[in-house]
């Protein structure tokens, strides 16, 4: 076999490991409805599947990349597969809600050791000139797992089951491992040394914990809760700790002299307010779908898959000419072309076309494809060749921290902006059945006290409205209760005037709820709008993400030795 087919099947063992870690980022989502009625239990503890994933993948990325470095990518790569497809295989038999989530923690964990891993395999694979080439394939390939994750989850849980979404994983693991062994060669960085930095080691594990676990249950105990301070504030100090060790040890896990390529700083920087961006896009628009439009999850998940079409094939295409000419400018435009998406995403109705939603998702996915991969290749470009590994471990670590963060700062924006709308419409809809001059006095009050006891809190943030038929209820209930005492001839006339009630009762409730709805739609119009000019620091980040192309080639090397500053 000849070397350009040994590359290929190493890169496809690696693909099929980075394609599994992925779309079991997303795959998940929409499965959680079907585990809920298997397992039991709320919205809070279901949560956990997610939130373990995401938890332990954020906490233990660096250090699986330093481990990595230290004694061998493709053995920690190996043992990554291995423990994500095992766990994948007893997490569609889990027998219990807490097992699973155990599991999904040993995923994250597995996830950890995937993900940053396979840049420095590909780069170690391939010779340099084709880096950027086959970084957009890579790019395209996570846009292609985000993509086909809700709709296959959609298609497995309805025509099989919620295990099926785990039970994939298993043969795309068995493959991989089976390339991984027979095509990919060993490769680790010389410079790093044999001893595991302890101290390294454990301040950044805390301090990523406190950060993420405080970023996860902001939601529950609020920005500023005594627990959710002391979490923030025990992670900063861990992470100074931290910093402090690796500048004082002997083999730190994390050279802080990377800190001094400028570039570099640009990239992380970029891909920390993009993966903020991204989950804050992919968030507002499932809830606008499925809350305010009234889609099915299939639905809205077949929907949102298009942004991940959109960024497949503008990776495919970025990847490789950000090799030839440079990162910034194509990071840039997509970092500002997913913030207009974002804005323009504020624009949607009750009544908005499923083709516009279609495109406004499109755009975005285009953005996301004019940035992931440039930034991923340009963090590759401008480290010494030894320290890819640990700088794709930081990279990544920067975009995990961001979608947590990004969710975070969005969940509590779209609860403010729609407790201050739905509250506002609310008290203008009780004025509404007082000024009604067809209801009956005991009527009114029914109606008035049901919409005055409505939380505006509610799953999603959606305030719980009285329907029609909790409505009619109430209604029927206050007549009653009027006529018991009443004279048999007064008892006649009331009834009499029962059918007139109830139709004005289900009028007035749906245009309550037509106000409602509409007041609900300012409030995710204002928090997209929020999420556009959230994304616009990345512009000025992704700007310095790269070297100008007309650098001298002294210059660039000196970059990528890690001198210039």
Not at 394 to 422: E, F, P, Y
Not at 485 to 497: D, F, N, V, Y
Request: aromatic fraction near 8%; charged fraction near 15%.
């Amino acid at each position: 076999m000849n070397e350009k087919m040994k590359r290929v099947f190493a890169f496809t063992a690696i693909v099929l490991g980075f394609f599994m870690a992925l779309l079991d980022t997303t795959i998940v989502n929409i499965a959680l409805p079907e585990m809920t009625r298997h397992f039991g239990g709320g919205v809070s503890e279901i949560s956990w599947v997610m939130n373990g994933y995401n938890l332990a993948f954020a906490v233990f990325i660096l250090t699986a990349s330093r481990l990595a470095d230290q004694f061998g990518r493709r053995k920690v790569f190996l043992i990554g597969i291995a423990l994500f497809t095992l766990s994948s295989l007893l997490a569609g038999f889990a027998p219990s809600l807490g097992a699973l989530i155990a599991l999904r923690v040993i995923q994250g964990l597995a996830g950890a050791i995937i993900v940053p891993l396979t840049i420095p395999l590909t780069t170690s694979t391939f010779p340099k000139e084709l880096h950027g080439a086959i970084i957009g394939i890579w790019g395209a390939v996570s846009g292609l797992a985000a993509a086909s994750g809700p709709a296959l989850g959609g298609v497995l849980t309805e025509k099989l089951n919620w295990q099926w979404i785990f039970f994939v994983n298993v043969p795309l693991g068995v493959l991989s491992l089976i390339l991984t062994l027979m095509f990919i060669g060993e490769s680790k960085d010389a410079s790093a040394g044999r001893r595991v930095d302890a101290a390294g080691t454990m301040f950044i594990t805390g301090s990523m914990f406190c950060f993420v676990y405080g970023l996860i249950r902001v939601d529950d105990w609020g920005w500023t809760s005594s627990a959710i301070l002391l979490l923030f504030a025990a992670g900063l100090l861990l992470l100074l700790l931290f910093l402090y060790a690796e500048r004082k040890g002997a083999e730190p896990m994390l050279p802080l002299e990377l800190f001094k390529i400028k570039v570099f700083n640009g990239a992380a920087l970029t891909l920390l307010i993009v993966g903020a961006g991204l989950m804050n896009i992919s968030l507002l628009t499932s809830f606008f779908l499925t809350r305010i439009m009234g889609m099915t999850d299939l639905k809205a998940g077949l929907i949102l898959s298009m942004m991940a079409v959109g960024a497949t094939l503008t990776s495919a295409i970025s990847g490789p000419l950000s090799g030839k000419y440079g990162s910034r400018w194509f990071a840039a435009a997509g970092v500002a072309v997913m913030a207009g998406a974002a804005y323009s995403l504020g624009g949607l109705t009750l009544s908005s076309p499923v083709g516009g939603i279609l495109l406004r998702l499109t755009v975005s996915g285009i953005g996301v494809g004019l940035t992931m991969a440039p930034v991923m290749s340009a963090a590759v470009r401008n480290v010494p060749a030894e320290k890819v590994g640990i700088s794709s471990g930081v990279i990544n670590m920067t975009k995990a921290l961001g979608s947590v963060l990004g969710v975070a700062i969005i969940v509590t924006a779209l609860q403010h902006h729609l407790d201050g709308q739905v509250d506002a419409a609310r008290s203008s809809a009780v004025q509404m059945i007082r000024d009604d001059g067809l209801l009956l006095p005991s009527v009114k009050e029914a109606l008035a006290t049901s919409l005055e006891r409505a939380g505006s809190g509610g799953e999603g943030g959606m305030a719980s409205l009285p329907s029609p038929e909790s409505a009619a209820a109430a209604v029927g209930s206050q007549l009653q209760s009027a006529a018991s005492g009443l004279a048999p001839e007064e008892r006649a006339a009331l009834e009499q005037s029962v059918p007139a009630q109830m139709r004005e009762t289900e009028a007035l409730v749906a245009r309550i709820g037509g106000e409602m709805k509409g007041a609900a739609v300012k409030g995710f119009s204002r928090t997209f709008a929020l999420a556009g000019l959230l994304l616009l620091p990345g512009v000025a980040f992704a700007l310095i993400s790269d070297w100008s192309p007309r650098r001298s080639k002294g210059e660039i090397l000196a970059a990528e030795k890690g001198t210039l500053l």
